[in-house]
């Protein structure tokens, strides 16, 4: 600043001043100080660039694009500038693109450990996860101490359902920068789904840094994930102090760093927890028998109420699995939600009773057997039918020798949504009876049996009744009587 003042047309203080401004967080200062310097000397290469990492930090990432490209203009050999180029692509869900860009980068600087980190992601939003974990052991063969590779590697082994694997490399990331958010959160969802979060001895660990329980307190990731941990576990105290947690944070930082992903994560399983919390306690018996119910969000409906199957009370356990699909289930390689619910299982002690709430998800509006029968141009009666029977024979291999009894929940009754065109809810109530009678219809010939919630939840349209959903999505134990009934007919 005191050279600019000597100088005003001084390039070289405007981007050193925009660097500094920049290591600082203030990224708008930085941009005029990076425009300062394109004014004095268009032909800047290096302005252009650092405006485009300053662009990309605050995920304008088209003008960030633009502005590479310019510094390349300037400076063909530039790898730095094609790396971030592809880093931007694979962001905005060009993973293609982006793996050209990254060759480029990696022509010009054979041995860029970060080119290679960010190939890998490409790869893996293409589902190429072999590929892209050999990009990840090259990044971290060159630059070993490398947490982001860590990281990413775990993603990618969790994708596989290599979930031990998956475990270690966040760990290794998380030995090499004790900080890092977006990894912790990565690990303790994987851990909320493993059954440890009793013993969540290493979130206290990296917790006792106070500098990183104050971030954490601006996260709402964070926040969700630790109410439902609670709720999991029968903590409805501390779960519901989660959620006033996260209600407390302002707008901004409820959003702060959240993909849209994300932010429907945490606001749905928000909605759902505080409508489950309102709901009356019971005392836990001593020496109860369990009922563990496998599933999505919707294992948390009945969490912790009571059943009776033979005449014997059983409390219900929920064992989730975030974004489980039946056509997870139905696919022919192994992926992490198949090794999530094997896990379940092999904990599950043999001759237990298993609820399965596993399709919810598949008969949505904006996911599942809607958008893949137009992607793949086929109907729903071929996509539904081959994917239940596939989801439902997946789960009978699990049972060999296990003597598991389960008990598959159908689809309860979709609500009309009117954020969609009338025809697309028609089709969503139309999915959900296909799956429930492909359903009803593989498992007569399975030991398995059908809880159905569907008849119960109907009105004369195919929509929800509105009697026992507790919000746009999921039932709550309002519907208990009627699934005991059921239970004790069979």
Known sequence: SKALLLKPDYADAN????????????????????????????????????????????????????????????????????????????????????????????????????????????????????EAINCYETALNLKPEFPEAYNNMGRAKQSQGKIDEAVESYENALSLRAHYIDCFLNLKSLKVQICDIKKRTNFKQIEKSLFFREVLLDNSMHHIQEAIAAFLVGDTKLSAECLNRYTSMVPFEKGQGLSAKDKLFCNAYFSFLSALLKEPKFPKLPHHLEIYHIGESHCLSYAHHYMSIASKKHIISPLIIFGAKAHHFAQHQNNQYKALAKKHLEMIPNGANIFVSIGEIDCRHNEGVLPAAKKMGKSFENIVGKTVSAFVDWFAEQNINKEFRYFFFNIPAPKYSSEFPVQTNRNVARIVELFNYSLANKLSNTGAMLIDVHKYTVDREGFSNHLYHCDSRHLDAKIISKIQTQINAF
Not at 46 to 58: I, K
């Open 15 to 130: 981007n050193n001043l925009g660097n500094a401004w920049q290591s600082q967080g203030k990224v708008d200062e930085a941009i005029r100080a990076y425009e300062k310097v394109i004014l004095l000397k268009p032909n800047c290469a290096e302005a252009f660039y650092n405006m485009g990492t300053a662009l990309q930090e605050q995920c304008r990432l088209k003008q960030a694009i633009k502005a590479y490209k310019e510094a390349i203009s300037y400076k063909p050999n530039y790898p730095e500038a094609y790396n971030n180029i592809g880093d931007a692509l694979q962001v905005l869900g060009k993973p293609t693109e982006a793996i050209e860009t990254l060759n480029v980068a990696l022509s010009l600087r054979p041995n860029y450990a970060e080119a290679y980190n960010n190939k890998g992601n490409a790869l893996h939003d293409l589902s190429e996860l072999d």
